[in-house]
């Protein structure tokens, strides 16, 4: 075989082995070959539309080009895990993932995709090598670079045409390596990391009229807690004990989160973002500075990592009086970091003044993986992840997988009543509130893929929501009470949690919304909508 024959073999295997995420996810989804060529067409005519630039040194382009091939690894165990495709989720799903998460979601994964990526990385440059072809002339580089940028975005303003979509990043997301750039630009432009646009921000806030006593309120945030599998809501399991008999509690039945991911859905519980202006995250304050300006002492606990997403609501926390965050050099295993950890600083600052306290408690709750969100006498539903590895969910370990989320559920009811205990202690008007970021697919979209919340749906947007109050807040408040088990049917949205906080504090500010607060009678069940990445707004309910 001559040299030119050699190197154009070779220029077309490492342009396959480039674009192959693309053939893969083709072929998972039972696509024809008249859509593989397509799409295998579009991608390499976007890749030889840079050739231009290395005219004088072929087999130095290609080598450039390993930083796609680098990644192919990756892409393709998405696409096998979760059929999941680079894309905006999945750039936001890694960035808003700690190392702690990354561990626990690829150590099943790691030896396996280390192998691939040497296998792979030595085919590639083997075949890279095999190029014969010094450098070609400086015109024909100008005139394949052009055709093929000609041709490629010709064919993808026919595509938005064709498809009807208002951006062209639908179009490029699809097609690997240009959705390494699409993708990555479109994630860089909704990202944002500072508060400097609210620091002049004042709630003017006031009291209805101001109880004559001790108020504590607590507002605990799940993480990854499903509305149907909690007993008190109607699950076969009892998984609940303790809220089960828990009195002055309200569950409430439909309830829905705004967003699938956490780092989009706490803004909205927190600020007054919701889909479609979660802008508002940045340029206002929280609802800690609403409770500040009252006087009352503010406090935040996170079991979550302080840096592990791209959203604001770690910079909100750290605005409160106290904030707590993990200090993994205080846990000999840093995987099994559980919430009850916290439960003795509560109580103790709960104690440390006599003062009015507003403390959130943010959760690891439901997270993945379920059996390390536990400790080893909540784990009552058998077999679990404690005796046989899920680090690798495959549907042979389905029930395994449900036993070790539904221990998961149980340890969260014992943290809740744990928290109801001792604020329940202090004879304070007080309230706990108890609401999920998101929910959970437990092989429900996809019965052979555990998809945790990679994707919008009825079991990833449905969440609990439990309301206790002490009876001295009964006493004081028996509207606002009423008002609330009046609703327990309603459609209620995560972000009205944010007005009904305030509102059952029986507290207002300038441009107060009471048809958003739970506890008022002018309540109202609006649309539920949903953002993917911040800036859109999709309608979820009714439909």
Excluded at 163 to 188: A, D, E, R, T, W
Excluded at 326 to 347: A, C, G, Q
Aim: a positive charge; proline letters at 4%; hydrophobic letters at 40%.
């Amino acid at each position: 075989m001559g040299n030119l024959a050699r190197s154009f073999v070779s220029i077309l295997v490492a342009l396959l082995i480039i674009t192959f995420p693309n053939l893969f996810f083709l072929f998972l989804n039972g696509q024809g070959i008249r859509l593989m060529i397509s799409w295998e067409g579009l991608s390499i005519t976007f890749i030889l539309g840079f050739l231009f630039f290395f005219f004088w040194n072929i087999r130095l382009f290609f080598k450039v080009l390993y930083l796609f091939v680098f990644f192919v690894p990756f892409i393709c165990y998405s696409i096998y895990l979760y059929n999941l495709n680079l894309s905006p989720e999945l750039i936001r799903l890694v960035s808003q993932t700690s190392l702690r998460e990354a561990r626990e979601l690829v150590s099943g994964y790691v030896m396996g995709y280390i192998l691939i990526l040497v296998a792979l990385t030595i085919i590639y440059f083997f075949v890279v090598n095999n190029i014969r072809i010094k450098k070609i002339p400086l015109v024909l580089a100008l005139i394949v670079s052009l055709i093929c940028t000609g041709l490629f975005w010709w064919k993808i303003f026919q595509l938005k045409k064709d498809f009807k979509v208002n951006s062209l990043y639908g179009i490029l997301n699809q097609y690997y390596p240009v959705s390494f750039f699409s993708s990555i630009i479109q994630s860089v432009g909704i990202k944002r990391n500072n508060l400097d646009s609210a620091k002049n921000f004042h709630f003017s806030t006031y009291y209805l009229s101001q109880p004559s006593g001790r108020q504590v309120y607590v507002f605990i945030i799940g993480e990854s807690s499903r509305y149907d599998h909690w007993h008190i809501n109607g699950y076969n399991r009892n998984t609940s004990p303790s809220l089960d008999t828990m009195h002055n509690l309200i569950s409430f039945r439909n309830v829905f989160s705004g967003a699938y991911f956490t780092y989009l859905s706490v803004p909205q519980m927190i600020t007054r973002a919701m889909p479609g202006s979660m802008d508002r995250q940045f340029k206002e304050k929280s609802i800690l500075s609403i409770f500040k300006q009252m006087g009352f002492k503010t406090v935040w606990i996170s079991n979550q990592d302080e840096d592990y997403y791209t959203g604001s609501f770690t910079l909100h926390a750290e605005t409160a009086d106290v904030h707590i965050f993990p200090d993994d050099k205080t846990v000999p295993d840093k995987r099994n970091r559980y919430d009850e950890k916290y439960l003795p600083i509560i109580d103790s600052i709960l104690y440390s003044t006599n003062g009015n306290i507003f403390l959130v408690f943010h959760i690891l709750g439901n997270h993945w993986n379920y059996a390390e969100r536990y400790p080893q006498k909540f784990d009552l539903f058998q077999p679990s992840g404690k005796k046989y590895n899920i680090q690798k969910p495959n549907p042979m370990l389905k029930q395994v997988i449900i036993n070790s989320y539904d221990n998961s559920i149980i340890y969260t009811d014992h943290i809740i009543s744990s928290v109801i205990q001792m604020v329940n202690k202090l004879n304070s008007i007080s309230f706990v509130c108890y609401l999920s970021d998101h929910g959970e697919d437990l092989f429900d979209k996809d019965k052979n893929k555990l998809l945790f919340h990679l994707y919008p749906s009825y079991q990833t947007l449905h969440v609990p929501l439990f309301i206790w109050t002490s009876n001295s807040y009964d006493y004081l408040f028996s509207d606002k009470i009423r008002y609330l088990k009046r609703i327990q049917d309603s459609v209620i949205r995560s972000s009205d949690i944010f007005y009904t906080l305030v509102g059952m504090s029986n507290i207002r500010f300038v441009g107060f919304d009471s048809t958003m607060d739970m506890s008022s009678p002018y309540f109202k069940s609006y649309p539920v909508y949903f953002t993917n990445d911040g800036n859109d707004k999709v309608l979820f309910y009714p439909k």
